[in-house]
């Protein structure tokens, strides 16, 4: 008799690492594949709408120069990277992600048919790091900063996430941002203290753009401009 660990509602686990900042696990359920880090649910391939919206909304924010590059951070199923690669206007596509089986399960792995296309794009090239330390120690300077890396500015994965938001860290993502460089946010509901000390950090044109979801509070796109 079948069990309702033999449906398919029931996860299937593809792969279980143990890395520097904890566990992370690629999950099947049904056709979607998705990203667990220490039991908490990250994303999966079911839309991918928000994370392109993070990519759209710092271009438009940039002020029309041509090939601008850009700093995102970080891989995860990979909808924003395979977006700006589709896009001929973005010139650099650079990613930071510091776990290496994300990176592996983009390179040889089940999600390498999202990324294959983008990866193989000469614009695009992968940084494994940690964001929060590559924003401070870079000397690289980007157009946009494309952030993805938590559920949001009050939602972290990780503890030490928490210092990207701080007056420190957003001053470390200004400075990586060349005059008139974008700030994009990605958080799971919106944050108007978020916004407030984007303000604080010297930020101008700070706005937040939704994203509608089938139920609950609206994703949204926290966006800011260095002045230039």
Not at 84 to 106: K, L, M, S, Y
Not at 118 to 138: C, N, Q, Y
């Amino acid at each position: 008799m079948p069990t309702s660990y033999d449906t398919p509602e029931t996860p299937e686990v593809l792969d279980r690492r143990e890395g520097p900042y904890g566990e992370v696990v690629l999950r099947r359920h049904g056709r979607l594949l998705q990203i667990i880090a220490n039991g908490c649910f990250l994303m999966d391939t079911s839309d991918g709408r928000s994370e392109r919206l993070l990519v759209d909304a710092a271009l438009g924010a940039l002020d029309g120069r041509a090939e601008p590059g850009v700093l995102i951070g970080g891989l995860g199923v990979g909808f924003s990277l395979a977006h700006a690669a589709a896009n001929p206007r973005w010139g650099q596509i650079t990613v930071a992600e510091r776990e290496r089986a994300i990176i592996d399960w983009h390179l040889d792995g089940p999600l390498s048919a999202l990324s294959q296309q983008a990866l193989a794009d000469p614009r695009t090239g992968i940084v494994e790091t940690d964001l929060v330390a590559f924003v401070h120690e870079t000397s690289a300077t980007y157009d946009a900063l494309c952030l993805d890396i938590d559920n949001g500015p009050g939602w972290t994965v990780t503890e030490g996430n928490d210092s990207l938001y701080s007056p420190a860290g957003l001053a470390d993502c200004a400075r990586v941002l060349r005059p008139g460089g974008v700030l994009a946010v990605w958080s799971a509901q919106p944050s108007p203290e978020f916004e407030g000390s984007l303000w604080n950090a010297g930020f101008q044109q700070v706005r937040t753009e939704e994203i509608p979801v089938a139920r609950g509070v609206p994703d949204v796109v926290h966006l800011a401009v260095v002045p230039g």
